[in-house]
Each structure stands twice: as C-alpha cells, then as structure tokens.
T-cell receptor, first 111, second 112 residues
Framework: KAGVTQTPRYLIKTRGQQVTLSCSPI?????VSWYQQTPGQGLQFLFE???????NKGNFPGRFSGRQFSNSRSEMNVSTLELGDSALYLC??????????FGPGTRLTVL | GESVGLHLPTLSVQEGDNSIINCAYS??????FIWYKQESGKGPQFIID?????DKRQGQRVTVLLNKTVKHLSLQIAATQPGDSAVYFC???????????FGTGTRLKVLA
C-alpha cells in the first residue's frame, strides 16, 4: 500500500496570502488528522476528519480550516498568513485501529 | 533536513547500550499512548503503543512502560544502534476525542 502523501512538500508564501495543503491518506483509511510542527511549540493538533465530518479541532484561530472529500482526501487552508504560521504541517491517517500513519509533511515558509 | 526542535532534551548513549526515554503525560483520562520516532526530513513513524489497561508492552527491541499512578510513560530501546538516532515523541489520546496530544520530544544520539 502507498503511504500518506502530502503536496506540495515545500511552499513559500508572503504575509497576508492564503495557502491550501493537500493530503491523500492510505487507501482504506477514513480518518485524517492534521498537525502543525514548530521548534517552539512542537507537534500541535489542528483537526481530525472522518467521513467528511470534522470530529475535533485544536486551539487554532479560525484562519485555519480544513475539509475532507468523499474519497477521504483532505485539504487544509490557512488564510491571511502570518510569519508565525511558518511550520511543518503534517497529515496522518488511520483506519479503525488507533495507529496513525504520518505523511512526510509540507514545509511552509511565510516571508 | 527538517529541524524538529532546537531546544529538545538530548539523550546520548553508547552504541550497544540500552536507552530509556521518559515522558510525563497530562490527562488522567488518556487511555491510549504511543511512541513515535522522527528522523530528519520525515514525518513521525509509529514505534509502539499501549492501552491504559496494560502497564507493559514489548516489541522488537523496544518496550513501553506505563505508570498511570504518576502519569508516566517510558520507552526502552535495547542494544541501541546508530539508526536509532532520531527525535522520539510520546503521544496520548482518550477515547472519543479523536485527537493525540504530543510531548515535547527527546533527541536520542547514539555514539559510535
């Protein structure tokens, strides 16, 4: 089986712009979670989707949003980018068990 | 490669020795715990997990110990190898929340 894939792998944006990141889960996995990883804050939970429904979200401003499609692929969007949004954004998928499989991440740099 | 933490606690061990990485978790309602390994430039990789109805679980060269009384989790790696060098994270979750809370991470350096 192919692993979790994320596109793009690297992205450079300027303050005020918006960005959309994409995640394709492992085939058959219906749960997709997003995390932000920074040196200062570590790995922080953004949101989790299952069958196109957001089941939980972390403590992030409304500028961070996401969605999941019927094929379980997910996207996250960050609007009005700030310098502090520079981070590695990780997507993880899982099936009915609890084991999460992570993708390689998208490195976002905001200038 | 990716920097996963500039100020992480670091554990340095000699190749062939055993490593013990510790983690304190915060939520007494957490009932599922996982250890992840993250190498530079990669996403976290699952190592081993344990549920709250157990206090020990063994895998290949790894053992996880759970002490619910003091909310402490540890990862033991036997016969540490250079390929074990990475950042290790513990994560906790509680049923029905669909979220994982990650610890700050520990960098493991294996000395030849």
């Amino acid at each position: 089986k192919a692993g979790v894939t994320q596109t793009p792998r690297y992205l450079i944006k300027t303050r005020g712009q918006q960005v959309t990141l994409s995640c394709s889960p492992i085939s058959g996995h219906r749960s997709v979670s997003w995390y932000q990883q920074t040196p200062g804050q570590g790995l922080q939970f953004l949101f989790e989707y299952f069958s196109e429904t957001q089941r939980n979200k972390g403590n992030f401003p409304g500028r961070f949003s996401g969605r999941q499609f019927s094929n379980s692929r997910s996207e996250m969007n960050v609007s009005t980018l700030e310098l502090g949004d520079s981070a590695l954004y990780l997507c993880a998928s899982k099936d009915h068990d609890n084991e999460q499989f992570f993708g390689p991440g998208t490195r976002l740099t905001v200038l | 490669g990716e920097s996963v933490g500039l100020h992480l606690p670091t554990l340095s061990v000699q190749e062939g020795d055993n490593s013990i990485i510790n983690c304190a978790y915060s939520n007494s309602a957490s009932d599922y715990f996982i250890w992840y390994k993250q190498e530079s430039g990669k996403g976290p990789q699952f190592i081993i997990d344990i549920r709250s109805n157990m206090d020990k679980r063994q895998g290949q060269r790894v053992t996880v110990l759970l002490n619910k009384t003091v909310k402490h989790l540890s990862l033991q790696i036997a016969a540490t190898q250079p390929g074990d060098s990475a950042v290790y994270f513990c994560a906790e979750s509680s049923s029905g929340t669909y979220k994982y809370i990650f610890g700050t991470g520990t960098r493991l350096k294996v000395l030849a």
